[in-house]
Structures are given as C-alpha cells and as structure tokens.
T-cell receptor, first 112, second 114 residues
Framework: GENVEQHPSTLSVQEGDSAVIKCTYS??????FPWYKQELGKRPQLIID?????GEKKDQRIAVTLNKTAKHFSLHITETQPEDSAVYFC???????????FGKGTRLHILP | DVKVTQSSRYLVKRTGEKVFLECVQD?????MFWYRQDPGLGLRLIYF???????EKGDIPEGYSVSREKKERFSLILESASTNQTSMYLC?????????????FGQGTRLTVV
C-alpha cells in the first residue's frame, strides 16, 4: 500500500525566514496531495493541496511543489510568523473512494 | 460549514472493557475515516468506510472494528481495550465527487486505558 515519508520531524526557523517540509510517497498512482496544519489542541485542517497535473501551487505565503517523477512533494512557507507554529502533515491519495495516507508530521517552531 | 463531531473529548476506560467511539458528520459525505494520533507516529489509519456498511482496513486495524449502519455515523469499537490503545483518536470525513477533496476532522477523543 501507499507509504508517505515526511522530513524533518522537527524544524525551528527564525521569524521571517522560510521553512521547507518535504514528503515522498511510494505509490505512483497517487494523484492528490493535501497538506494539513494542526495547531496545539486543535483538529488538523487543510491549508493547501496539489493535484498530479500541476507542478506548483501558491497561496499567499504558502506554496507546494510536486515532482511526480521523483514521487516527491514539498511545502514552502515564506516570511514565517509566530502563528505558523504548528504540526504540519502531508498526505497522499489516489482514487476518490480511497484512503488518505498521512506522513508522520513536522513540528514547526517559529523563533522570535 | 462541515461539522464532524466525536461523541467524547476525553474517555477513561479499564483494560478489557469494550469501548465505542462515535463520529457523526452532517454533510452527507461518503468517505469516513478513523485515525490514531501518537507522538512521533503521526496519523495512522485504522479503518475507513466509503459507503454504508462498507469498510476497509487501514494500516493498524488489529484490536479494532468499525460499524457504519448509517451514512452520517461511523463508530470505532475497541473489542477489549488494552493500555497500548491509549491514544488520541481522530475521525474524518470527505466528499467524493472526485479524488481531490479535503478531509474534515473531528475534534478528537483522547482515550486513556487504565
């Protein structure tokens, strides 16, 4: 079945700097890649997603890139702010009635 | 606004008890999921259901079963609770017009088995 690897597990960046989180997946049939943000004590919520027919997508300070050949996708956060501190999960799925498999998460700390 | 509601925020159960975790969604979603969240292990899929009475095992189904008698309700059952099932349990649901739809999560149930 699908396996999603996520790195790093913990990331600390200075406020204002950029943060990058990377994921790889194993099933080449996967074609939808969402990213979720989970703030302390809250439920995970979708922040951005990308489909297999797109290489890059941007939404304000957040961007996601996808390399289907390498089976690799990344989350980029620019100009980081304190409210970006959270756990971020990548995920992959392939069919509309298929399961969503998550990475292990990255705890992002924004340092003042 | 999609709402996924889990019946309890916190539960404490004894070893060997049968435990029911309930999840209800109000948006007529076809897919429903149960995940377990542990530090360092992320979100691991226990079971998912893509229709009423339909279910599929996820990555860690051992010790769990599920029930989906109605579209809006997906129950996770711990047949005989054990201490290694102490965890945060998250329910999620998603709509199925196409593959690229987000999952909406419940607020989570923190289960402690003593």
């Amino acid at each position: 079945g699908e396996n999603v690897e996520q790195h790093p597990s913990t990331l600390s960046v200075q406020e204002g700097d950029s943060a990058v989180i990377k994921c790889t997946y194993s099933d080449s049939a996967s074609n939808y890649f969402p990213w979720y943000k989970q703030e302390l004590g809250k439920r995970p919520q979708l922040i951005i997603d990308i489909r297999s027919n797109v290489g890059e997508k941007k939404d304000q300070r957040i961007a996601v890139t996808l390399n289907k050949t390498a089976k690799h996708f990344s989350l980029h956060i620019t100009e980081t702010q304190p409210e970006d501190s959270a756990v971020y999960f990548c995920a992959a799925s392939k069919n509309r009635d298929d399961k969503i498999i998550f990475g292990k998460g990255t705890r992002l700390h924004i340092l003042p | 606004d999609v709402k996924v509601t889990q019946s309890s925020r916190y539960l404490v159960k004894r070893t060997g008890e049968k435990v029911f975790l309930e999840c209800v969604q109000d948006m007529d979603h076809e897919n429903m999921f149960w995940y377990r969240q542990d530090p360092g292990l992320g979100l691991r899929l226990i079971y998912f259901s893509y229709d009423v009475k339909m279910k599929e095992k996820g990555d860690i189904p051992e010790g769990y079963s599920v029930s989906r008698e109605k579209k809006e309700r997906f129950s996770l059952i711990l047949e005989s609770a054990s201490t290694n099932q102490t965890s945060m349990y998250l329910c999620a649901s998603s709509f199925v017009p196409a593959v690229d739809t987000e999952a909406f999560f419940g607020q989570g149930t923190r289960l402690t088995v003593v």
